[in-house]
């Protein structure tokens, strides 16, 4: 192909849209649920989190589109997609996973629940004596907290609150000649205030029971309505606008606004209506009627709504149901030292959650808030744990009079709560808190320790793929770096300084900084794979990340398969590039690993002639990562440090049991080595532990 032609069809190149390949990711998550190679009770797990994804998908994604779709022609005549046209063919797949989840869950979770005498009982097949049981466990433990509302002339509104399960009941056959032949009712699934979803009857023998709160309701709707006789009753859910209406600025009281965005949050526009497809049209009619919620918000879906309540359903202490455990494994090296300070002022460290322990982290920073020697401490904090040890160590380290520094982003969806939480507590602590930056969401994990030793200053830095949170690094893959290499710690001073005066003149000899250098660096990384490849040397990439959207990037990515580049990608969710399209990008392979941890980690390996040069990131190729967010990549200087990375990469690249290819079908090797990579890299790491070393010690 020549030169013209190559341009022409770079310009022209074809890309996923992103809502649809945001479905696909999400149908991986499905097709883990149905596969019955994985334990039952994970799988039960699964579907929690399709549904629970699907959920945020609505609140923040759909809820978006129906804004585009609200515009002026004019306006969206300047969108690159039709965002009606993208609507129609969203709801189109999403009614077509939501008909397959609930296949997957009548004929195979149901009934593989059977088979291990767990019984998931409806209100019709109770026997006597679970009658009796249920009605006795409703009267004490439930219908205290439900208050049943008809829905007639004199409720002219009735406010149904993001994501809670309602029954709609229809109610016939009056015991009394005053009342009306039939009637509506709407009451809320007290699922808080009861503490769960789901409630345990009495096990007989080997034969295990549970019941849906729900279906309890409704075989004690007598107990609720004991003037009628006779009682239909359906769920509804409502999914409510999540995007936080609020300017970007810090100029005003940030917190103030984004506090009140998160309590509007609960009275969002709606997303969408999910109902019972059995649901008489009378009913949605008047639900519709007293809600003020239309036709156009309505989706299909199923009996029981809120399936992420899944994740609270009873293991019946069954653990063959389970994932075989895999006790968290200490790191070979800094299990051994006393102080984490001093060894990281010999080498460096690489740490791999949530297969090693994320208590090295938890380690170094109470050792630096106790250590009279450091002067100062900063990190940036995301996401963290609602009883986070980090943000303690913060507020005990200021309390010791140590200049603390901390970046906390109030915009992180869905933890603004927590975040303001913690941001007051260091405050009330004396440490100096920076609500973000203006215009950009602060996305990048890093820490920051200054010590005095013998009258200098010497920096330790923390730098991480995942965020300072305790729960979610047992589930999260990440890659975390423990480092005092002068060039790397300067470049993250540079970047707290960013946060302190907002300037962009900043100059960093190790780290890639977005918005400042990040998004031309990994420009110029391609073009040099695509020099090399032009000149005849070998030139090849492997790129792995969470998504890739960003058409400036897509594009360079093309071409650098058009000159001959062999690039690997490994994406778990979003990827908008279309692989393997001859002349185009027949030299791309795009795999997806979804198992039993959620892959987090971002790692960017550049060939350069055999001068391999590897950056492990915070940052997808998102427009938002690359130009909207603070973000940092990383490189990987050490040789034992490098070859644990690459270990694992290679790993991945060998999946043949989890991978799955642009079109959600499972990878095969030809060699067919069974290999899955989660499993296969604990069992790695477990082997660079010396023997004798405790595998589960941990320190205080």
């Known amino acids: 192909m020549d030169t013209n032609t190559k341009d022409k069809a770079t310009a022209t190149a074809p890309l996923i849209n992103r809502e649809l390949s945001w479905l ?24 929690a989190i399709f549904s629970a994804n699907l959920d945020e998908y609505f609140k923040v994604r759909v809820a978006t589109l129906k804004r585009l779709i609200k515009l002026n022609k004019k306006t969206r005549d300047k969108l690159a997609e039709d965002p009606a046209d993208t609507f129609g063919q969203v709801m189109q797949e999403v009614r077509r996973q939501q008909e397959e989840f609930g296949q997957v869950f009548r004929d195979g979770i149901l009934a593989d629940l059977r088979h291990n005498n767990i ?8 026997n006597p004596e679970q009658q009796k049981f249920v009605q006795d466990y409703f009267a004490e433990h439930i219908q205290p907290h439900i208050l049943p509302l008809l829905l007639d002339d004199t409720e002219t509104h009735f406010f149904l609150k993001d994501q809670t399960v309602y029954l709609g009941v229809h109610l016939f056959d009056p015991t009394e000649k005053d009342l009306k032949l039939e009637r509506f009712s709407m009451l809320e699934i007290p699922t808080k205030k009861h503490g769960g979803r789901f409630v345990k009857l009495p096990t007989v023998g080997d034969q295990r029971y549970v019941m849906f709160i729900d279906d309890v309701i409704r075989f004690c709707l007598p107990a609720l309505y004991p003037n009628y006789s006779r009682f239909e009753a359906h769920a509804v859910k409502v999914s409510r606008d999540a995007e936080l209406d609020i300017e970007e600025e810090v100029s005003g009281n940030l917190m103030a606004k984004i506090k009140k965005s998160v309590q509007k949050r609960e009275e969002g526009y709606p997303a969408r209506l999910l109902f019972d497809p059995e649901t008489p049209k009378a009913m949605l009619d008047a639900i519709m009627a007293h809600t003020g919620i239309s036709e156009d918000e309505l989706v299909e879906g199923s009996k029981y709504h809120n399936f992420r309540d899944f994740f609270q359903f009873p293991d019946f202490n069954l653990p063959d149901l389970k994932y075989t455990p895999q ?32 208590d090295y982290v938890l380690r170094l920073f109470d050792e630096a808030a106790k250590d009279p020697k450091v002067t100062a401490m900063s990190a940036t904090l995301y996401r963290v744990a609602e009883n986070s040890a980090i943000a303690k160590s913060l507020v005990k380290a200021a309390k010791n009079g140590k200049l603390v ?37 602060v996305h990048t994990k890093l820490g920051l320790i200054t010590r005095n030793e013998d009258g200098k200053l010497v920096n330790y830095a923390y730098l991480s793929t995942g965020n300072y949170n305790e729960d979610t690094s047992k589930i999260y893959c990440d890659h975390a770096l423990f480092t005092s290499n002068k060039e790397i710690t300067q470049d993250v001073e540079q970047v707290f300084n960013f946060f302190i005066d907002r300037q962009h003149d900043k100059e960093f000899k190790q780290l890639l900084m977005a918005p400042i250098n990040m998004r031309d660096r990994f420009v110029e990384l391609i073009n040099r794979e695509m020099k090399h490849a032009k000149q005849g040397k070998p030139a090849s990439m492997i790129l792995k990340m969470n998504a890739l959207q960003d058409e400036r990037i897509i594009k360079k990515l093309y071409a650098a398969s058009q000159a001959g580049v062999k690039i690997e990608l490994i994406v778990r969710g979003i990827c908008c590039l279309v692989p393997g399209v001859e002349g185009l990008s027949e030299n791309i392979r795009v795999r997806s690993i979804v198992d039993r941890y959620l892959e987090h980690a971002r790692v960017y390996i550049f060939h350069n002639n055999g001068n391999v040069q590897y950056y492990v990131a915070s940052a997808d190729w998102m427009t938002r990562n690359l130009s909207r967010r603070v973000e940092v990549a990383f490189p990987l ?5 490098v070859e644990q990375v690459r270990n694992i990469i290679d790993l991945q690249l060998a999946d043949d049991t989890k991978a799955r290819d642009i079109n959600n079908a499972y990878m095969e090797h030809a060699t067919l080595t069974h290999t899955r990579s989660q499993y296969a890299t604990y069992e790695y790491l477990r082997g660079l532990i010396p023997e004798g070393m405790e595998p589960t010690k941990k320190k205080k």
């Not at 019984?119 to 109770?126: A, D, K, Q, V, Y």
């Not at 006393?338 to 060894?343: D, K, Q, R, V």
């Not at 200087?637 to 440090?641: G, H, V």
Request: glycine letters at 2%.
């Open 327 to 358: 006790p968290t494994l200490v790191h070979p090296l800094l299990e051994k030292e006393e102080s984490l300070i001093t060894a990281m002022q010999k080498q460096d460290y690489i740490v791999h959650y949530p297969y090693q322990s994320f």
């Open 24 to 47: 696909a990711f999400n149908y991986r998550v499905l097709q883990e649920a149905k596969d019955r190679t994985v334990p039952l009770l994970e799988r039960v797990k699964f579907m």
């Open 405 to 441: 520094t901390v970046v906390v982003e109030l915009k992180a969806r869905f933890d603004e709560e927590s975040n303001i939480f913690w941001a007051g507590k260091l405050q009330k602590a004396g440490a100096n808190v920076i609500l973000g930056v203006p215009d950009l969401k």
């Open 637 to 641: 200087l050490q040789k034992d440090i």
């Open 119 to 126: 019984n998931l009982l409806t209100e019709s097949e109770l």
